[in-house]
């Protein structure tokens, strides 16, 4: 290997395997500002020695071990001050005992990535930072570009990070895995900031297209990450949710490039060219769906899942489950309650059963009022009334919708249905 | 780590709750202070805030005025003091403070002065 492509191979270590150094130099650390500049001062001597002494047999192992002592340097030169002692005797026993002669036989580094999980998705923290530091952390992304990803100003968003970063020293968040009577609802919040990286990236067709696609591709990789971590656990229950959520991203992701066409415009379900969907993506979710099941706990995110399975697995869109659909939605209205939950159940029950029997829980009035400033609600009954025949109520509620509609492709599409109807004899 | 672990309630429903409610509450109390004691390093109850006087210097004069510093829909009735070592165990201690059931539980590290 040429001395040039050195740069390249520290910077693929870092992108794979960034978390899990991570998780180890803040096990011992106990400090993310402290690990983050331990690890930057590994891949700085990376670049230098490894160009003369080659790549070492476990990168990885060899950046934890530099970090650690760098991290030793940092903590001797800083301070005197108590709790910094007592952190560093420990240290200094280990890195007594590390070697660089990382080897095949070298005992790998633990994983400890599942407990950085917990704290970057603590409660305690505000959800913005959850998910920035999920991504800076265990993503191993850098500040900017996870900035570009939720068009940020980058300024804001390091300082989100240093805010969190401060909070979990001070408020003394902890770095492990929370007690049992917490657990569940730990366990919630850390898929809840996974799924939130996904739609992100999912629900995004404007801006940086390309940059919000890769946190659809991350959001994956760490759910994935999550779900091995709990099935090594072996004190964790099982997490059938976890499960659910990679299934369900999985299947989501797998219709990405038929949701849009050529010309960048969005493509409804029923008028996707199923060729394109990714098959693998599919499979594997379904997998995945059926292994969550198996464990007899359902849940929203299985439940979701098992949707999205059913419109994968119709060959064409006539083919559809939509009874099966439409009971699914009321099941997961009934365990998570929600208007837009409630929208979707309506529709699907209108695909089942005619339009007019959808268009019937559209029309309640509590629904109308609870979704009269959401575009969707009024494009969904746009559509159910253009289908039952109703052209000049349907213009009317496509009309609404585009008043409501802050995204352009989305309101593309409306427009070009508006003019669809204009053009039918009525 | 140490914890201020500080207890916000409805002080007005908190008097006009019955006789035999206010005794269930306090029982809570002793029960809590019991589970915990070998956590707990200090605690308060207040007198309501209709007793209570603010004071500020400004300019050398002292100014005194009736009432709480903040009109809030929940007021600070009481506080612990614990030993936790991390927030979630302080948080867990906090949820078996009878007031979390109806009130809110503020929970803040004591600062240390190295």
């Known amino acids: 290997m040429s001395s040039e492509q050195i740069p390249q191979v520290v910077d693929q270590v870092y992108r794979q395997e960034s978390g899990r150094i991570l998780a180890a130099l803040i096990a011992s650390l106990r400090d993310f500002t402290l690990a983050e500049d331990a690890l930057q001062d590994a891949m700085v001597a990376a670049l230098q020695q490894w160009p003369a002494t080659g790549v070492p047999r476990n990168p990885a192992a060899w950046l934890t071990t530099i970090a650690r002592r760098r991290a030793i340097d940092r903590l001797r030169r800083e301070g005197t001050l108590a709790q910094k002692q007592a952190l560093l005797q420990p240290l200094e026993e280990t890195a007594a005992t590390e070697s660089l002669d990382t080897g095949e036989d070298a005992p790998p580094i633990p994983d400890e990535r599942l407990k950085l999980f917990f704290t970057c998705c603590h409660p305690a923290l505000p959800l913005e930072a959850r998910v920035a530091l999920t991504l800076r952390t265990l993503g191993g ?127 409804l379900l029923e008028d996707q060219d199923r060729t394109l969907w990714n098959w693998a993506e599919i499979v594997e979710g379904i997998e995945t769906l059926d292994k969550a099941v198996s464990m007899r706990q359902p849940g929203p995110y299985q439940i979701q899942a098992a949707i999205s399975a059913l419109h994968a697995e119709a060959p064409t869109p006539e083919e559809t489950d939509w009874q099966q659909i439409a009971l699914l939605y009321a099941r997961l209205a009934h365990m998570t309650p929600s208007p837009v939950v409630e929208l979707n159940q309506a529709v699907a029950v209108a695909m089942a059963e005619g339009p007019d029997a959808g268009l019937e829980m559209l029309d309640h009035l509590r629904l109308g009022e609870a979704l009269a400033h959401y575009h969707l609600y009024h494009a969904a009954r746009a559509d159910l009334l253009r289908r039952a025949g109703r052209i000049e109520e349907a213009a009317a509620s496509y009309r609404e919708a585009l008043n409501l509609c802050q995204n352009r492709i989305e309101r593309r599409f409306l427009q070009r249905r508006l003019a669809e109807l204009a053009a039918r004899p009525s | 780590m140490q914890y201020a672990l500080l207890i916000y309630t409805d002080e007005t429903a908190d008097a006009n709750a019955s006789k035999q409610e206010q005794d269930a509450v306090m029982a809570g109390y002793f029960a809590f202070g019991e589970q915990f004691k070998e956590q707990l390093t200090g605690g308060e109850a207040l007198v309501a805030t209709n007793a209570a006087t603010t004071v500020r210097v400004r300019d050398g004069k002292t100014l005194t005025t009736d009432g709480p510093f903040a009109e809030t829909k929940e007021q600070l009735g009481g506080f612990y003091l614990v030993n936790a070592s991390d927030l979630d165990e302080a948080i867990q201690i906090a949820t078996n403070i009878p007031g979390v059931k109806y009130g809110s539980i503020e929970v803040r590290p004591v600062m240390v002065f190295e």
């Open chain 1, 141 to 267: 992304l850098s500040t900017a570009e996870i900035a570009a990803a939720f068009l940020t100003p980058l300024p804001t968003m390091a300082q989100r990070l240093v805010r969190a970063q401060r909070k979990i020293r001070d408020a003394g968040i902890p770095y492990r895995a929370p007690p049992l009577p917490l657990l569940a609802e730990r366990m919630e919040g850390v898929l809840a900031v996974l799924y939130l990286i996904f739609n992100e990236g999912y629900t995004s067709t404007s801006g940086d297209a390309l940059i919000r696609q890769d946190l659809c591709t991350e959001a994956i990789r760490l759910t994935r990450v999550l779900v091995a971590l709990i099935a090594s656990e072996s004190e964790l229950p099982d997490e059938p949710e976890a499960l659910g959520l990679l299934a369900l991203m999985l299947l989501h992701a797998s219709r990405r490039a038929a949701r849009v066409d050529a010309a960048g415009d969005l493509v």
